[in-house]
Nanobody
Framework: VQLQASGGGLVQSGGSLRLSCAASGRTFSSQSITWFRQAPGKEREFVAAIPRSGSAPYYADSTKGRFTASKDNAKDTAYLQMNSLKPDDTAVYYC????????????????WGQGTLVTVSS
């Protein structure tokens, strides 16, 4: 399984970005996709997860109501729509895949994208 994250960039506070996570292989529909982020000097933290079916995503408290995770099994691509961005959202964002449920701990994932940098200016 190979994942390619993209869509990061520089945005002003209050702005929006959409991240994409493109997967290779023919097993995407069997994978849960989870988004993590890591700011400089901080540990990698859970952002959002979407189960294999693409329904019922769930979020970290810090992103709930602002971020929306989705999954298009026909396109082998997952998305993270980020609205009302804040400077605290600045980090490298990673997508990770797992066959089965999607826990919030990064140690549970074997497959990772390379990360895409999101910078939110104040």
């Amino acid at each position: 399984v190979q994942l390619q994250a993209s869509g990061g960039g520089l945005v002003q506070s209050g702005g929006s970005l959409r991240l994409s996570c493109a997967a290779s292989g023919r097993t995407f529909s069997s994978q849960s996709i989870t988004w993590f982020r890591q700011a400089p000097g901080k540990e990698r933290e859970f952002v959002a997860a979407i189960p294999r079916s693409g329904s019922a995503p769930y979020y970290a408290d810090s992103t709930k109501g602002r971020f929306t995770a989705s999954k298009d099994n026909a396109k082998d691509t997952a998305y993270l729509q980020m609205n009302s961005l804040k400077p605290d959202d600045t980090a490298v964002y990673y997508c990770a895949a797992r066959f089965g449920p999607a826990p919030r701990t990064p140690q549970s994932y074997d497959y990772w994208g390379q990360g895409t940098l999101v910078t939110v200016s104040s």
